[in-house]
């Protein structure tokens, strides 16, 4: 008879996994994660697979076969380790995203094993690591997560929160977290070109990264059409198998793809018109010393001593920004045995930059967004890719209150053009000390069939128009000229003033460049609309010598009026599709409407 009891499954599963453990048999693989405006690889997430003599089909069944089992916290090491060990050589700046379950964070054990592993390798430090927390996991969440996650955080690490859209704690995840980076789920992606909704709402994720410093990656890529779609949305990284599949640790995505990434996000990235005396972060910016993530903290410390006016320093990995460190946290790290540390193991949360065009109001809205111990710290300003200085919390606050000292002279919210008020006060600044022998020009600006488009196509649609049609007036009706002035009476009307001679031979080549751009948006709409009678033309008045031939403003408008009449009538040019122009030389003009103002 036999005796001997049988070997349950469980115990069966848990022997599978030690051995699977022991003799490290699974295999690394990294998947690129790309920037979606460079194409340039960012970084790569590690996916570990098992081998086949594991005895497990596929990495799924054996990590919630871990999970299940007493065995998840030595299996992610195993998988950490090895990524570690493959990333090490990796060029400086490159992004190691790792995968985690919350149960494995929620050890309190975590953070100190983590950095203990990376300082065995010494090259790479907390900040390029990113931690993948997985929203596809139990509903309750494990005690003391969100206390390892403000440790790791605090450490140095990214926290970034996997498959966004696939769990129904979405939004309550990420406000206890508060993580730098946001991965999209596959379901958002599927098809995403052809679901507005799901559009909107991927533009709405983008916006609140922008404002809460959390950049967006969208996962499994596998359409271009999906590609382009999240590139117009704004999404700042992707990944998938239309980019590359796991493979090797230093794969690269195709040249003719990055190639056609950089050209897609150059067609629609953001192009603001700006005046001069607006405030953007890279008018307000001051210098500011940088060093290579690896440099000791005791090198620094010195340079520190050095200045004293230094408030800190700006760390790079590479070509990546990897954080800001503060003055006092370094002088203060020399002197408690963190000496020979590198200076990138004292990184805290302070690792976002700012645009170099980021206007006043909006520097001040992410500043004051910032955790508490990051609120003094300044802002660290990027123009595309480079690094180029710094704002201080004492400049953001000058600005803001030389901005409503001045808010007389407010500029339009849209354009960032000077308003009504500016322009009319730099038109009395002409008529009433006009130099002499010098003529300007002015001219009026407006859309026809405007309403109608904004009706059709929607506001937002609308706005860019508005945007396309400032940046046609200074690149080709002015040429980008230094010494013309534009102004944004309202809605879409605009005021240009140059030296005179300066615009009458580029009315035509504007007119006909504005309406050549304005219909691409249009082109993915249904057949059965008719974009050739809603797209909207131009209209141009333009008084010739106006300064000095008007006496005051208020006559330059009523001239308006009167030409304006005239292009009602029948009277200027017609040119392109729907726009028309007129011409008119103050001298004469002026003196025909004084006359008729004094008959009457």
């Not at 690889?41 to 596929?58: D, K, Q």
């Not at 490159?94 to 494995?104: A, G, I, K, R």
């Amino acid at each position: 008879m036999n005796t001997q009891e049988p070997i349950s499954p469980r115990s069966e599963i848990n022997a599978k996994l030690a051995r699977t453990i022991d003799q490290r048999l699974v295999r690394t693989m990294f998947q690129p994660i790309v920037n979606m405006r460079s194409g340039q690889v960012g970084g790569y997430e590690v996916l570990t697979r098992p081998l086949p003599e594991s005895g497990f089909a596929n990495a799924e069944e054996m990590f919630s076969a871990a999970e299940m089992n007493p065995l998840n916290w030595d299996l992610e090491c195993l998988s950490r380790q090895l990524a570690i060990e493959a990333a090490s050589h990796w060029k400086p700046g490159t992004l190691l995203f790792m995968n985690c379950s919350p149960e494995v964070i929620s050890n309190r054990l975590f953070t100190r094993q983590l950095t203990k592993e990376l300082q065995s390798q010494q090259s790479l430090g907390p900040t390029r690591i990113v931690i993948e927390v997985t929203e596809r996991c139990k509903d309750h969440e494990f005690d003391g997560l969100v206390g390892s996650i403000e440790t790791l955080r605090g450490s140095g690490f990214h926290i970034a929160i996997d498959d966004v859209g696939a769990g129904t704690s979405g939004l309550n995840r990420i406000m206890s977290l508060r993580p730098g980076w946001l991965k999209l789920d596959r379901e958002l992606i599927d098809h995403l070109d052809e679901d507005k909704v799901r559009q909107h709402l991927i533009r709405f994720l983008v916006h609140f990264g922008k404002l809460s410093s959390i950049k967006i990656i969208g996962e499994g890529i596998e359409r271009i059409e999906e590609l382009n779609t999240l590139i117009d949305l704004g999404v700042d990284y992707a990944q998938g198998y239309l980019l590359a599949r796991p493979g090797e640790k230093d794969q690269d995505i195709s040249e003719d793809l990055r190639a056609h990434i950089r050209y897609r996000a150059a067609m629609v990235s953001p192009r603001q018109v700006q005046n001069p005396d607006r405030a953007t972060a890279r008018t307000l910016k001051r210098s500011a010393p940088m060093v290579d993530a690896s440099t000791r903290v005791s090198a620094v410390a010195s340079s520190m001593l050095q200045n004293l006016r230094q408030p800190g320093i700006i760390i790079t990995d590479g070509p990546r920004f990897a954080g800001w460190c503060d003055r006092d946290a370094i002088l203060r790290a020399a002197s408690d045995g963190r000496a020979s540390l590198p200076i990138s193991f004292l990184i805290g949360s302070s690792r976002t930059t700012v645009d170099a065009t980021m206007g006043l109001v909006e520097a001040l809205e992410h500043a004051s967004a910032r955790d508490d111990h990051s609120l003094a710290s300044p802002l660290v300003v990027a123009d595309g890719e480079d690094l180029i200085g710094i704002v201080t919390m004492g400049d953001l606050l000058q600005a803001a209150a030389g901005a409503c000292r001045s808010i007389q002279f407010r500029h339009a919210p849209l354009t960032g053009l000077p308003g009504r008020v500016r322009t009319d006060q730099h038109l009395r600044d002409l008529l009433e000390s006009p130099e002499p022998g010098l003529e300007h020009d002015v001219t009026f600006v407006d859309l026809r069939k405007f309403s109608k488009f904004n009706q059709t196509y929607g506001y937002e649609l609308g706005d860019q128009v508005i945007q396309q049609l400032v940046l046609e007036i200074r690149t080709t009706l002015l040429e980008s000229a230094a010494d013309a002035f534009v102004g944004h009476l309202g809605d879409d009307q605009f005021l240009v003033s140059a030296p005179s001679n300066r615009m009458r031979h580029r009315i035509e080549e504007f007119i006909q460049q504005f309406e050549r751009i304005v219909p691409h948006p249009l082109q993915s709409e249904p057949s059965d609309r008719t974009p050739s009678h809603e797209t909207p033309g131009v209209r141009l008045i333009l008084i010739e010598s106006a300064v000095p031939y008007c006496k005051d403003v208020s006559e330059l408008y009523r001239a308006r009026t009167e030409l304006r009449a005239q292009l009602y009538a029948g009277g200027g040019t017609s040119c392109g599709r729907s726009s028309q122009y007129i011409r008119a030389n103050a001298a004469a003009h002026m003196k025909v409407l004084r006359s008729l103002k004094a008959s009457a």
